[in-house]
């Protein structure tokens, strides 16, 4: 972001979490990085109508929703359509050491579910951690073939937003928190989350398997629609203006 630019955009990608203290800062404060002069930005995109809620500080002709395309081609309107598959899925994160924490865990209880259940494990997508093969036969990548979202059960360490979309596409959910860490999960106190810490915890939830009935709610999504790009355009397009991203 550099001086002289008449319209910065900031582009929420991901989940803004209810205590990040990350979104704090005052919108067009200037500030010093390295003695070079930036400025905050002009508009924020917000990939979800919740957004505004949790950004409550920030004016709100600053806030722009616009759509969102973490979904791919997946719409909301298909959890309803999907067939639930005898599979878990063990999600990652960005911290190699809370996903190995996880896959620990899972490992000391997973013989508890059912015995046809497979194990999948989806490594967040910034990661080279390769440590399947240390946990044995039970436990394997996730086949490009196979539809995550169709899972029985997922698994995932609760900060990752691999979590919210889950919970957008009706798949039942157990997130794990450290026991010394912040719960800062972007689905924190929605309905049909379970959360753990210990193998215990994660033990009367895995031996349901695969016996879950997701808890209702009266409507699943968190982020924008993907269809078009009719608001982006709108955003970019302001007359008069000099466009950054960041």
Same mark, same amino acid.
């Given at each position: 972001?550099?001086?002289?630019?008449?319209?910065?955009?900031?582009?929420?990608?991901?989940?803004?979490?209810?205590? #990040?203290?990350?979104? *704090?800062? +005052?919108?067009?404060?200037?500030?010093?990085?390295?003695?070079?002069?930036?400025? !905050?930005?002009?508009?924020?995109?917000? +990939?979800?109508?919740?957004?505004?809620? *949790?950004?409550?500080? &920030?004016?709100? #002709?600053?806030?722009?929703?616009?759509?969102?395309?973490?979904?791919? =081609?997946?719409?909301?309107?298909?959890?309803?359509?999907?067939?639930?598959?005898?599979?878990?899925?063990?999600?990652?994160?960005?911290? #190699?050491?809370?996903?190995?924490?996880?896959?620990?865990?899972?490992? /000391?209880?997973?013989?508890? !579910?059912?015995?046809?259940?497979?194990?999948?494990?989806? $490594?967040?997508?910034?990661?080279?951690? #390769?440590?399947? *093969?240390?946990?044995?036969?039970?436990?394997?990548?996730? %086949?490009?073939?196979?539809?995550?979202?169709?899972? @029985?059960?997922?698994? &995932?360490?609760?900060?990752?937003?691999?979590?919210?979309?889950?919970?957008?596409?009706?798949? $039942?959910?157990?997130?794990?928190? @450290?026991? /010394?860490?912040? +719960?800062?999960?972007?689905?924190?106190?929605?309905? @049909?989350? *379970?959360?753990?810490?210990? %193998?215990?915890?994660?033990?009367?939830?895995?031996? =349901?398997? $695969? +016996?879950?009935?997701?808890?209702?709610?009266?409507?699943?999504?968190?982020?924008?629609?993907? &269809?078009?790009?009719?608001?982006?355009?709108?955003?970019?397009?302001?007359? @008069?203006?000099?466009?950054?991203?960041?």
């Amino acid at each position: 972001v550099t001086k002289g630019y008449t319209n910065i955009i900031a582009s929420i990608q991901s989940s803004v979490r209810f205590w #990040d203290f990350r979104y *704090l800062q +005052n919108i067009q404060r200037s500030f010093l990085v390295n003695a070079t002069e930036k400025i !905050a930005p002009t508009h924020i995109a917000c +990939n979800a109508t919740e957004q505004e809620h *949790l950004l409550a500080a &920030t004016p709100k #002709d600053c806030l722009f929703q616009v759509e969102s395309y973490r979904m791919g =081609k997946s719409l909301v309107t298909q959890a309803e359509k999907r067939v639930r598959e005898n599979f878990v899925i063990i999600a990652g994160e960005y911290s #190699d050491s809370h996903t190995k924490a996880l896959l620990k865990l899972v490992a /000391s209880v997973h013989s508890y !579910a059912a015995d046809a259940a497979r194990f999948y494990f989806r $490594p967040h997508p910034s990661s080279t951690l #390769d440590i399947v *093969l240390e946990f044995g036969d039970w436990l394997s990548y996730l %086949p490009e073939h196979v539809d995550p979202y169709s899972a @029985g059960l997922a698994i &995932t360490v609760a900060n990752t937003s691999f979590s919210a979309d889950c919970w957008e596409m009706g798949v $039942p959910l157990a997130c794990y928190v @450290g026991v /010394s860490d912040l +719960n800062m999960s972007p689905v924190y106190g929605k309905q @049909g989350v *379970l959360f753990f810490s210990c %193998p215990a915890e994660l033990h009367s939830i895995i031996k =349901k398997y $695969p +016996n879950f009935s997701f808890e209702e709610h009266s409507s699943r999504q968190i982020f924008n629609g993907n &269809t078009g790009f009719a608001k982006w355009t709108s955003l970019l397009s302001e007359p @008069g203006e000099t466009n950054e991203l960041s």
